[in-house]
T-cell receptor, first 112, second 114 residues
Framework: QQPVQSPQAVILREGEDAVINCSSS?????VHWYRQKHGEAPVFLMI?????EQKGHDKISASFNEKKQQSSLYLTASQLSYSGTYFC?????????????FGKGTRLHILP | DSGVTQTPKHLITATGQRVTLRCSPR?????VYWYQQSLDQGLQFLIQ???????AKGNILERFSAQQFPDLHSELNLSSLELGDSALYFC?????????????FGPGTRLTVT
């Protein structure tokens, strides 16, 4: 049930773009994206709830495909501050004990 | 600063011992979540409480237990500790009952079992 994130790690130069994918074998109710910098707590980025939805702020955006089994996080013109580990969290049940299951993360390192 | 506080920041203890981790959610948040994060793993969901009641359970061992008190702070109790329990334990809080709500994470408690 754990979503699969790809790639596991990526190294970019400042200004380059990155795409991080999150896939599930089952249709999802929602996808959550978080970023965690080394030694810090995860920080919320965004939630996607509807198939076909796209969201974004600044140069970070995400999409949720129509079948609601895959989400992608887009980092445009990456900045040094984007370095960290990105986690997607997926909600597969919408009942009393629904919970978010996080992927293993994608490590992003931005070089100057 | 997310507004979620956790104590202690670091904890070093021996195998077989019992420890209690404490979490205070953001003001107004009724849900508290506990996660375990070890070196090679992502965030493993342990348990969620909403307004004092257990709402959802994840991969929480029987040696672990949690509760949420009337003032909404929560405690995670870990007993009969093993070396493999060494990890970073995060608490998160959210306004709503459902897991579709954004979560705010505390700074974590780093537990080392020797």
């Amino acid at each position: 049930q754990q979503p699969v994130q790809s790639p596991q790690a990526v190294i970019l130069r400042e200004g380059e773009d990155a795409v991080i994918n999150c896939s599930s074998s089952k249709a999802l109710y929602s996808v959550h994206w978080y970023r965690q910098k080394h030694g810090e707590a995860p920080v919320f980025l965004m939630i996607l709830l509807k198939g076909g939805e796209q969201k974004g702020h600044d140069k970070i955006s995400a999409s949720f495909n129509e079948k609601k089994q895959q989400s992608s996080l887009y980092l445009t013109a990456s900045q040094l501050s984007y370095s960290g580990t990105y986690f997607c969290g997926t909600e597969i049940n919408r009942n009393r004990d629904d919970k978010i299951i996080f992927g293993k993360g994608t490590r992003l390192h931005i070089l100057p | 600063d997310s507004g979620v506080t956790q104590t202690p920041k670091h904890l070093i203890t021996a195998t077989g011992q019992r420890v209690t981790l404490r979490c205070s959610p953001r003001s107004g948040d009724l849900s508290v979540y506990w996660y375990q994060q070890s070196l090679d793993q992502g965030l493993q969901f342990l348990i969620q409480y909403y307004n004092g009641e257990e709402r959802a359970k994840g991969n929480i061992l029987e040696r672990f237990s949690a509760q949420q008190f009337p003032d909404l702070h929560s405690e995670l109790n870990l007993s009969s500790l093993e070396l493999g329990d060494s990890a970073l334990y995060f608490c998160a809080s959210s306004r709503q009952r459902g897991s579709w709500d954004e979560q705010y994470f505390g700074p974590g408690t780093r537990l080392t079992v020797t």
